[in-house]
């Protein structure tokens, strides 16, 4: 049996593990949870699973946590804030880490997983997007494993099973294209946050479900295949696949195509995350390429989708610019969440963001030159706030 410790355990990611964690009892048990504020949630889900240890980030709501589970017996250890969250995840016996906290937020917990000693269920891209430069190092260091549970690296990290040293030649990431995949670029002006928020094909958190619209998603995806996978910026596609079927190809050296496919489900990525080396039965719906029908495919749209071609600039000029790009998208975007700015300006906040922290790119950053330029880059984003609301829009500074 495999222990497993989740942070992140009230949102899409976490309840997903915990729905494989509840059908798999005898493969898996839990040692540790932490989550944001939902204090309801949290309370259940220690009751049914009973960890050692939990933490809820929010300081706050810890009195509340307490009070909710005060008739439990054994009492596991509860903690609370920032240094709760990172103790949760460094904490007993646990061999596998899921790291399902949203954002950079879940950088420091999975350094501490690391140094720890445990592998990594990666499901924040954020991690590896914001930090590689420190991440990276001391996975080598210690000696654990990172293994990808998005649906799309999970699906290239399945396809590279068995295939020689040396005999990737390209990856092609598959992107849906998101709530406006069938819009027409000029409808964009008028977005609302119902409309960004009705993905097509998957049921996926409020903020990454805006990255898919913009299909930022997708280019912060390009970042972290290079750091996971090692291929040049120019090896890496991406190709607009209405249909979610195909989750990633890789091309091999001899030309060879290997995909791997499924029903739209982040359960399986993540079984296999836990599960690595073997493969578990389960009895969830078995892709039926008849019922799937027709898979299609077309390139993206560079005009309505401008965070693509940025995404790739910035992964290409490396350093702390790809903890800035990071860091001031989730402010966009928590902005336009908040009916702050319009849909079209998250694209001109976070350009205009990347422009100024060019002659200050660190080339070999530490993990404080990452902080301070995660801190940094939201509050530029602020200030840029404030120039759309003056003049309308932010003029490029390129």
């Given at each position: 049996?495999?222990?497993?410790?989740?942070?992140?355990?009230?949102?899409?990611?976490?309840?997903?593990?915990?729905?494989?964690?509840?059908?798999?009892?005898?493969?898996?048990?839990?040692?540790?949870?932490?989550?944001?504020?939902?204090?309801?949630?949290?309370?259940a889900q220690i009751r049914q699973f009973r960890p050692e240890i939990a933490a809820i980030c929010s300081e706050a709501k810890l009195p509340a946590l307490k009070e909710a589970l005060i008739d439990?017996?054994?009492?596991?250890?509860?903690?609370?804030?920032?240094?709760?969250?990172i103790e949760v995840a460094r904490y007993g016996d646990s061999q596998t880490v899921v790291t399902g906290i949203v954002g950079c937020a879940g950088l420091l917990p999975t350094i501490a997983a690391i140094e720890a000693g445990k592998d990594i269920a990666l499901a924040n891209k954020e991690t590896l997007i914001a930090g590689?430069?420190?991440v990276l190092p001391l996975v080598e260091k210690h000696g654990v494993k990172l293994l990808p549970a998005d649906s799309e690296h999970s699906a290239i990290f399945q396809c590279l099973q068995g295939v020689p040293k040396d005999g990737l030649r390209k990856i092609l990431l598959t992107a849906s294209g998101g709530a406006f995949r069938d819009w027409d670029v000029e409808k964009l002006a008028d977005v609302t946050v119902a409309d960004a928020l009705k993905h097509p094909n998957w049921?996926?958190?409020?903020?990454?479900?805006?990255?898919?619209?913009?299909?930022?998603?997708?280019?912060?995806?390009?970042?972290?295949?290079?750091?996971?996978?090692g291929l040049d910026y120019d090896n890496i596609e991406i190709v607009i696949h209405p249909q979610s079927i195909i989750h990633s190809l890789i091309e091999l050296q001899d030309t060879s195509v290997l995909a791997q496919l499924g029903w739209p489900d982040?359960?399986?990525?993540?079984?296999?995350?836990?599960?690595?080396?073997?493969?578990?039965?389960?009895?969830w719906q078995r892709l039926d390429l008849v019922?799937?029908?027709?898979?299609?495919?077309?390139?993206?749209?560079?005009?309505?989708?401008?965070?693509?071609?940025?995404?790739?600039?910035?992964g290409k000029a490396g350093?702390?610019?790809?903890?800035?790009?990071?860091?001031?998208?989730?402010?966009?975007?928590?902005?336009?969440?908040?009916?702050?700015?319009?849909?079209?300006?998250?694209?001109?906040?976070?350009?205009?963001?990347?422009?100024?922290?060019?002659?200050?790119?660190?080339?070999?950053?530490?993990?404080?030159?990452?902080?301070?330029?995660?801190?940094?880059?939201?509050?530029?984003?602020?200030?840029a706030t404030e120039k759309l609301e003056t003049h309308s829009r932010i003029i490029s500074l390129r």
């Open positions: 049996m495999k222990a497993i410790t989740l942070v992140g355990s009230t949102g899409s990611i976490g309840t997903q593990t915990l729905d494989i964690v509840t059908q798999y009892p005898d493969q898996f048990r839990i040692v540790g949870l932490a989550a944001g504020s939902n204090v309801e949630m949290l309370a439990l017996d054994p009492q596991p250890i509860l903690l609370a804030g920032d240094a709760g969250v590689a430069p420190v049921s996926m958190g409020r903020k990454i479900t805006v990255d898919s619209a913009t299909l930022m998603n997708k280019g912060l995806e390009v970042i972290e295949a290079h750091f996971l996978f982040m359960r399986l990525p993540l079984l296999y995350a836990l599960s690595w080396p073997d493969r578990i039965y389960t009895n019922k799937a029908g027709n898979l299609t495919f077309r390139e993206p749209d560079h005009q309505k989708y401008p965070c693509m071609q940025l995404a790739y600039a910035v350093g702390s610019m790809p903890a800035v790009l990071n860091a001031a998208n989730e402010q966009a975007v928590a902005l336009f969440l908040d009916e702050k700015i319009r849909f079209l300006d998250i694209p001109r906040c976070i350009e205009w963001v990347c422009d100024r922290h060019q002659n200050d790119n660190r080339t070999n950053p530490s993990l404080d030159d990452i902080l301070a330029a995660d801190k940094w880059a939201r509050q530029e984003v602020l200030i």
